[in-house]
Structures are given as structure tokens and as C-alpha cells.
């Protein structure tokens, strides 16, 4: 397993942007899909976005496309999910996720996204 942490979470206005950072710790890291996840209070957790394990291929959910932007640097054991033009429906918790796409066995603790209209 990889051990993950995300940052750069935090209170952005409607139509603001943050960019969220997953620090990964073990040489896997680069072996691995990574994906972006999200769960707003009351709700279930939701896919927002993927990323291959060599940045060859991303997959984004319909609400996000076109405003969010997923990337990954293996050299810094990083990856990113860039958010733009962010509205009230984005606020929730997010968290990176490494692994194979729908079995993902490692997980970050999450960041907070609030965005205030």
C-alpha cells in the first residue's frame, strides 16, 4: 500500500479556485493509478476524477469536465487536482485514492472544500 496525504483544501468563493495536492510515501506511488474522490454531508462518496499511472490517460465525472483538471508528478510522488469556476455543489470532503480504478486499496484522510455563494 502507499501511504497518502492531501492538502490545500480550505473557504473559496463561488467561481474561485483551489488546486488540492495528494503527497504519496512509497516507491509504488508511481506503479499506481491515482483517482479523486468527494462526499458532501448527507451524501454518498462520489468519483470526480482519474488519472493513469503515467499521466497517459484521464477520466473525469460530467459534473467536473471542463473545470477540474487531474495531474500527477511520479518524481515527486504528488499528484493534483487543479479546480476551477468552483460552485456550492463542490463543497465536501476530498480524498485521493492510489491503486487499480474501482479497487483502490489506498486512501488518504481527506481535505475540506467549502464554497461559500
Known amino acids: 500500500q502507499v501511504q497518502l496525504v492531501e492538502s490545500g483544501g480550505g473557504l473559496v468563493q463561488a467561481g474561485g479556485s483551489l488546486r488540492l495536492s495528494c503527497a504519496a510515501s512509497g516507491r509504488t506511488f508511481s506503479r499506481h493509478a491515482m483517482g479523486w474522490f468527494r462526499q458532501a454531508p448527507g451524501k454518498e462518496r462520489e468519483f470526480v476524477a482519474r488519472?493513469?499511472?503515467?499521466?497517459?490517460?484521464?477520466y473525469y465525472a460530467d459534473s467536473v469536465k471542463g473545470r477540474f483538471t487531474i495531474s500527477r508528478d511520479n518524481a515527486r510522488n504528488t499528484g493534483f487536482l487543479r479546480m476551477n469556476n468552483l460552485n456550492s455543489e463542490d463543497t465536501a470532503v476530498y480524498y485521493c485514492?492510489?491503486?487499480?480504478?474501482?479497487?483502490?486499496?489506498?486512501w488518504g484522510q481527506g481535505t475540506q472544500v467549502t464554497v461559500s455563494s
Open positions: 488519472i493513469s499511472w503515467n499521466a497517459g490517460i484521464t
Open positions: 485514492a492510489a491503486g487499480v480504478p474501482g479497487n483502490y486499496d489506498s
